[in-house]
């Protein structure tokens, strides 16, 4: 009975066009887009000044870390965005959006399925983190 409580584990995708090398390229890609884009571009740049090399690099890492399960991330996502007081719910939808067309234009559509999904996942994590909060109407508190 204890092990049907247990989600199942992802296995890591073991697909040909799925590698370190076409991870690297989607999330270029995809920061490419971020940092032109109107409103996560000015973001970005307030954080990451100078060389986005270091950035791209341990965003590959997670990718990696998250499709491959290659345990290449080491970093810490929810602090790190708990940090940057402007982004809102709605920056996360542009944000996904543009994954979304990364991720589409750049690998099968079947293999961009599963990093959509991820990212979901990833992103519907982030925003519980950052945006919710239990108020005494919901816990109850001040009866």
């Known amino acids: ?10 296995q890591p995708l073991d ?10 390229k989607l999330v270029r890609a995809f920061y490419a887009k971020v940092r032109s884009d109107e409103r996560l571009g000015s973001i970005f740049a307030r ?14 890492d997670f990718w990696c870390s998250v499709i491959l399960k290659s345990g290449d991330y ?16 709605v920056d996360f939808e542009i944000w996904q959006a543009l994954f979304g067309q990364t991720a589409a234009e750049l690998l099968a559509p079947e293999m961009a399925a599963v990093f959509v999904d991820r990212a979901e996942r990833i992103a519907t994590s982030l925003k519980l983190a950052m ?13």
């Open 1 to 10: 009975m204890t092990d049907r409580a247990r989600p199942v584990a992802e």
């Open 74 to 89: 080491h970093g810490r996502p929810v602090p790190a965005h708990l940090k940057l007081k402007d982004v809102t719910e």
């Open 47 to 60: 954080e990451i000044t100078g060389d986005w090399e270091p950035h791209l690099e341990k965003m590959t």
């Open 15 to 24: 697909h040909a066009g799925v590698d370190r090398g076409s991870i690297g």
């Open 131 to 143: 945006f919710f909060r239990l108020t005494s109407a919901t816990t109850g508190g001040g009866q």
